[in-house]
């Protein structure tokens, strides 16, 4: 479904991805696990075109979308739930939400049906629909930003660190959305939670220095591993 082929990425001079080749199959969860600043989020904004490949190619859906702005991809059916919970604070919930389904082309109807799965994902947001974004907390924060990447009623959604900073209470409850999801959309996670990681992919990769070291079915590994260990160092 979503294919990168030897994609190399810079920022300015400094070359961040090296021939990076990852895929991720439909109905699949694929962890991309490692070290902080080896160039995992700079991978999933590279598949949303905030950060243009100098070479390689990004498939999706058998069509070539390197070359595509930014603001089209996630019109073709990916979504994007950055790591710093991007909510409009001053918008309440709803309005957050609305920014996803109120679009050229989206049918009231299927407004009405995404809304409604979305608040029965998340009743909390339903409750607090008319409350300002900014006043929820961490936790409210990235179920919103999940929510409205749903909005857009994707094929593939990117997870970009869905659990830094939330309690043990919340990480649970963002590994329960995961479970739930994987059912409607294949899945790309970039998280530091190694054991969770581990826990919902189906298969995970592991990123050092910009680069792709190893793949592997996830159920083949766990902490202490010595791949684990070697590249995160758990």
């Given at each position: 479904?979503?294919?990168?082929?030897?994609?190399?990425?810079?920022?300015g001079?400094?070359?961040?991805?090296?021939?990076?080749?990852?895929?991720?199959?439909?109905?699949?969860?694929?962890?991309?696990?490692?070290?902080?600043?080896?160039?995992?989020?700079?991978?999933?904004?590279?598949?949303m075109?905030?950060?243009?490949?100098?070479?390689g190619?990004?498939?999706?859906?058998?069509?070539?979308?390197?070359?595509k702005?930014?603001h089209?991809?996630?019109?073709?059916g990916?979504?994007?739930?950055?790591?710093?919970?991007r909510?409009?604070?001053l918008?309440?919930?709803?309005?957050?939400?609305?920014?996803?389904?109120?679009?050229?082309?989206?049918?009231?109807?299927?407004?009405?049906?995404?809304?409604?799965?979305?608040?029965?994902?998340?009743?909390?947001?339903?409750?607090?629909?008319?409350?300002?974004?900014?006043t929820?907390s961490?936790?409210?924060?990235?179920?919103?930003?999940?929510?409205?990447?749903?909005?857009?009623?994707?094929?593939?959604?990117?997870?970009?660190?869905?659990?830094?900073g939330?309690?043990?209470?919340?990480?649970?409850q963002?590994?329960?959305?995961?479970?739930?999801?994987?059912?409607?959309?294949?899945?790309?996670?970039?998280?530091?939670?190694?054991p969770?990681?581990?826990?919902?992919?189906?298969?995970?990769?592991?990123?050092?220095?910009?680069?792709?070291?190893?793949?592997?079915?996830?159920?083949?590994?766990?902490?202490?591993?010595?791949?684990?260990?070697?590249?995160?160092?758990?």
């Amino acid at each position: 479904m979503l294919k990168m082929d030897g994609v190399n990425a810079y920022y300015g001079k400094s070359h961040v991805l090296h021939s990076v080749s990852l895929e991720v199959g439909e109905g699949e969860v694929v962890g991309l696990l490692g070290r902080n600043g080896v160039g995992k989020s700079t991978t999933l904004k590279t598949i949303m075109g905030l950060v243009p490949p100098q070479s390689g190619s990004v498939v999706f859906q058998e069509e070539e979308i390197s070359k595509k702005r930014a603001h089209e991809i996630p019109r073709m059916g990916i979504g994007f739930v950055p790591e710093d919970r991007r909510v409009f604070p001053l918008l309440t919930v709803y309005e957050n939400l609305r920014l996803g389904f109120d679009r050229y082309g989206m049918k009231e109807s299927r407004s009405e049906e995404l809304l409604g799965m979305a608040y029965e994902f998340f009743p909390i947001l339903q409750e607090r629909r008319n409350q300002l974004a900014g006043t929820l907390s961490g936790g409210e924060q990235q179920m919103l930003v999940i929510a409205r990447a749903m909005m857009l009623d994707p094929k593939v959604i990117l997870l970009d660190e869905p659990t830094e900073g939330l309690m043990p209470r919340m990480v649970g409850q963002i590994r329960e959305i995961i479970e739930v999801l994987r059912n409607r959309v294949a899945i790309l996670l970039v998280e530091q939670n190694v054991p969770m990681t581990l826990d919902v992919s189906n298969r995970v990769y592991i990123m050092e220095r910009g680069a792709i070291q190893h793949e592997s079915a996830a159920s083949e590994l766990s902490l202490g591993h010595e791949v684990i260990h070697k590249y995160l160092g758990v």
